[in-house]
């Protein structure tokens, strides 16, 4: 009996070792408690000595409460507090922790900052951070369908063309909720989330050495305007992490810069390059804003940017849509030195040409790192753009079948309406304010340009299934493909459109294989 009782003591003090035993996550959610596995942890047996036990389960439940008080933040999962003291408490015990919980709420309910509903209530750290995959963890799927039904108003709005799924990835659920409701953008709760994720990368950049890793999880939700310029010239490679290396980087890279313009920009008349120059000429101003690249100034340093690249990436040249791809970098990083309201309003007239001057440069190096990763998008016929269009619509067929049958019947080819997609990477299918955000994501993802870009395109294209299936003409159904009503998309649409592209990702990591990670 001795040896028994010895054995029961030794499996109670090892318990946290045992395989399949509950072990404490410090976070809002907790493994579920199931009585039929951990029955024993409540009966209460004569033969244990009641005072000592009751004393020392009471402090480690107030040591686990003290290491995880943020945890509570969330509003949520009371009930499962509840579970976790029934665990090692008696009843006494437990209505105390309850009694404590419902007054620690009530506290919270009155307070202005949390009056949006507990289905509202995010802990700043995950909505930071970029989705982790999908790994089999059932909380990921219970936390979203908990702020679904917590919050019925914000459900109906999100419920539009893209569907989300309760196999979101719970991180992606987050982003969406820092932006999906207009009417809280002004609220101190908001306010509040974006000051803690400004200070985050202002902490982050400050750093003696930047954290690239820990920059990307932040950038997958959004980039603060005030911090995008700095960190878009991290995560395009462009600047290296250590902080005290940036300026001599910058000055040997512009300076570098203004040597190919003064080399080469002059042969732009030469007979073997007017031919590459006319292209860039006629083409920019056919680029979008026009209130932007309409500007001389504007025109001028596109111009430069854009012969300088063909002359030195002679494998591929100038090719149509290329031009689109200097317009963010160019806007992000002028917007340091202006206030605009729109990014498409941007005016450079009050800029001095010293900034003006720089910016081209840094425009030019980071577009450049860009094109490195997809070149043969624009090489001899654009084999990159081929194999993505192909993949686009295997990727379809597998998605929505519905919708792949319903182009094919009507013989629509996704290289009809598709190849833009991929050759402009959607510039021209949604507004550079969409865009912007869209490239903080891309940035933030391994091989965002060449590889997420695909899936993005797949979800932009089931985003219409019901448009898409209305129309029932080869003619229409091709003109609303290349003319999708977006003029109107805002953040909201593209937190959605990423979130639903990050679920395909996952959901079909097998197909296209060339995708497989």
Known sequence: MASDGARKQFWKRSNSKLPGSIQHVYGAQHPPFDPLLHGTLLKSTAKMPTTPVKAKRVSTFQEFESNTSDAWDAGEDDDELLAMAAESLNSEVVMETA???LRNHSQRQGRPTLQEGP????????????PS?????????????????????????????????????????????GTSDPSTLSSPALSEREASRLDKFKQLLAGPNTDLEELRKLSWSGIPKPVRP??????????????DRRPATLQRKQKEYFAFIEHYYDSRNDEVHQDTYRQIHIDIPRMSPEALILQPKVTEIFERILF???????????????????????????????EAE????????????????????????CMSKLLDGIQDNYTFAQPGIQMKVKMLEELVSRIDEQVHRHLDQHEVRYLQFAFRWMNNLLMREVPLRCTIRLWDTYQSEPEGFS??????????????????????????????LQNLPTAHWDDEDISLLLAEAYRLKFAFADAPNHYKK
């Not at 700095?230 to 902080?243: I, Q, R």
């Not at 149509?320 to 917007?335: K, R, Y």
Request: charged share 20%; net charge negative.
């Open 99 to 101: 009694n404590r919980v």
């Open 119 to 130: 289905g509202l209530q995010q802990k700043p750290r995950p909505e930071a951070e970029p």
């Open 133 to 177: 995959p999908p790994s089999g963890d059932l909380r990921l799927v219970k936390s979203v369908s908990e702020s679904h039904t917590s919050c019925p108003a914000e459900s109906a709005s999100d419920a539009a063309p893209l569907q989300r799924s309760q196999s979101l990835p719970h991180a992606a659920t987050v982003t969406l909720g």
């Open 230 to 243: 700095m960190t878009w010239k991290l995560l395009s490679g462009y600047l290296p992490a250590n902080v």
């Open 308 to 338: 300088i690249w063909a002359i030195r990436h002679p494998a591929s040249g100038y090719v149509q849509g290329i031009n689109d791809l200097v317009t963010p970098f160019f806007v992000v990083f002028i917007c340091e030195y202006i």
């Open 342 to 365: 729109e990014v498409d309003t941007v005016d450079v007239s009050g800029v001095p040409a010293e900034v003006l001057r720089n910016i081209e440069a840094d425009t030019y190096w």
């Open 451 to 480: 590889h997420f870009h695909l899936y993005v395109c797949a979800a932009f294209l089931v985003r219409w299934r019901k448009e898409i299936l209305e129309e029932k003409d080869f003619q229409e159904l091709l003109l609303f």
